[in-house]
């Protein structure tokens, strides 16, 4: 047989293999993308179900997680992976605990903040209640020291031990009769009537925290960090009026009023109206609870008045936001407020109705679920959007971590 023959036979038998190769390959790619989508489909369901709670799906929810997901419904997917108690008793714990104290701790003991929180995002309430709401979140029975409640401990003014025992006995969050929302003025020993609490403002946990000692400015300046997502230096502007001032800021730092004028002031020109709100309250360290003294404002808005004699003067819980106009008029404050008021419920409408509230919330579940900032302008968008449609559905926080959740499925 010739080599020329020999060539053909190699070419024939090279072209036949060629072609079994290429029709198998046909053959696995047609029967691949059902088996391929079918695990992928799997792999997002389990990446999502362990970014919303931290711990992997059972068989069953993992397989309708994954069908929703087919289905292109990958929001009702997250909204079943928060279904599991985890979210509440992990979740949404770790995420909560940081904005109850100075130092943003997440290692804290369960406390009556975290829990209206967590409460207020299972119920699906308006997340503006966070700020105006008129009760907290305890355990069942927790009203009333009789010993009928799921836990020993009632809940109290002037102590921890109710949520401390909550935490320690594991109960279910996500149980809507074991934990309860209860009207703050009915608790016991309130020294509030309906209309003065304010959601976590009025808490014990955040008296602790940001009424203790100091001039009652701390906890407007958490109220910032927490649900407007700026610090002080961040709303600093200086060119508002310097009227409401209080006593106790030195115009002349050092001999140097210049300071005053270009640093302090551009501070304190906003804060001091808006914590005005905040005069009727304190902490008493020896008895370990939230103070309120009805029309009597508390000698913390007083004290070194010869600081600068000439400076405001703190006569009731008056607030005005001078905010509202220059740099942070881009909060979007709502024009249907009229910007001022008396007490902290009505200053928690105004935090809770602007834009920056709205958007502030998203950014925080954004960085949760996602374990990162917006990156660039099409994720800021996408922020912007999301809190569109927070503000437009009800202030749903659950909305908010299944629309997150979709997002960054593919991170």
Known sequence: MTNATLDRLDAGRLLRRSSLFLLVTLLVSLALPALGQDLTYREYALRMHDRLVGVPPDAVTLGLMADLIEAEDEEGAA??????????????KTWINPWTNEAMDVFVPFND?????IGIIRDDRPFTEVLTGDYLYIGRGGNVDNGQGIVAAAYSQTDNLHYEQLEEQGIDLSDTTDFVPWSQDSLPDSMLDSSESAGIVT???AAEAFFSAGTNRAMWRFTAINYLCVDMEQMSDNTRPVDRIRQDVSRSPGGDSDIFLNQCSGCHTGMDPVSGAYAYFDWDETQERMIHTRGQVQLKNLINGSN???????????????????QNATFGWSDSLPGGGYGVRSLGEEVANSRGFARCQVQKAFQQICFREPANEIERNEVESIAT????LGYSMKTVFAKVAAYCMDD
């Open 308 to 326: 600068f004699p000439f400076g405001y003067v703190t006569t009731d819980n008056r607030w005005d936001n001078y905010w509202r106009e220059g």
């Open 389 to 392: 449609d927070f503000e437009d």
């Open 79 to 92: 909204m079943l992976a928060m279904q599991n108690p985890a979210f509440y008793n992990s979740t949404l």
């Open 113 to 117: 903040y975290t829990a209206t929180v």
């Open 203 to 205: 808490s014990r946990a």
